[in-house]
């Protein structure tokens, strides 16, 4: 059956990770997924506010205006104990690339003992209306560790080095259904789908 066009959820991002695990993850609805690039939006958000959920609302906000669609942002980032809480809202910015984000996370906590290294990928995912005048956020947690040295190809990001204690692997070693089914994005997107079909009056 052919998807209405009325049906189009704009997934605001363009970092091709993150938008593959969000089609996953909301590819049982009956919507079209598109993404800003494939309607000539270039231009992105500032990045300014001081949480997660500010910040996807920030994106979800200037995506739905820019395109007329509802959508689904997400702002996520890891949270390392050791480091009070760092890089957290500034961990996309932390370094030029994902490999020197790594690497100045992992000189950072050169020093620290195996049991003083827990972290925490957090995400919130926010659903904006803007013609509605409807926004919504949920938010997800994947508790881990910080592994002392990059482990395995899949993934992006940190994933090389969140260490998942109960699986015994990093997040960049484990399969993408896996991550899917136990991520912070995975979390958060599967408490924001109910609100996903009441916007589209999908059935529940």
Aim: with cysteine.
């Amino acid at each position: 059956m052919e998807i209405a066009v009325s049906r189009r959820l704009l997934v605001g991002t363009n970092n091709t990770g993150k938008a593959r695990e969000i089609s996953a993850l909301v590819q049982a609805l009956d919507v079209a997924v598109v993404l800003p690039r494939d309607l000539g939006i270039t231009a992105t958000p500032p990045e300014h506010g001081p949480t997660f959920q500010a910040n996807a609302l920030l994106k979800g906000r200037f995506f739905s205006e820019a395109a007329g669609l509802p959508c689904l942002a997400d702002d996520s980032g890891l949270e390392v104990d050791a480091l009070a809480g760092r890089p957290g809202v500034f961990s996309s910015r932390y370094a030029p690339t994902d490999a020197e984000r790594i690497a100045r996370l992992l000189d950072e906590m050169r020093h620290a003992p195996r049991n003083e290294r827990t972290a925490r990928f957090v995400c919130a995912a926010a659903l904006v209306d803007v013609s509605a005048g409807t926004e919504v956020v949920e938010t997800g947690q994947c508790e881990g560790a910080i592994a002392e040295a990059p482990r395995g190809g899949k993934g992006f990001g940190y994933d090389p080095v969140f260490y998942l204690p109960d699986m015994g692997r990093t997040m960049a070693e484990i399969t993408f259904e896996e991550k899917n089914a136990r991520s912070h994005r995975g979390k958060a997107l599967a408490a924001l789908l109910p609100h996903i079909r009441r916007a589209f009056e999908l059935p529940t």
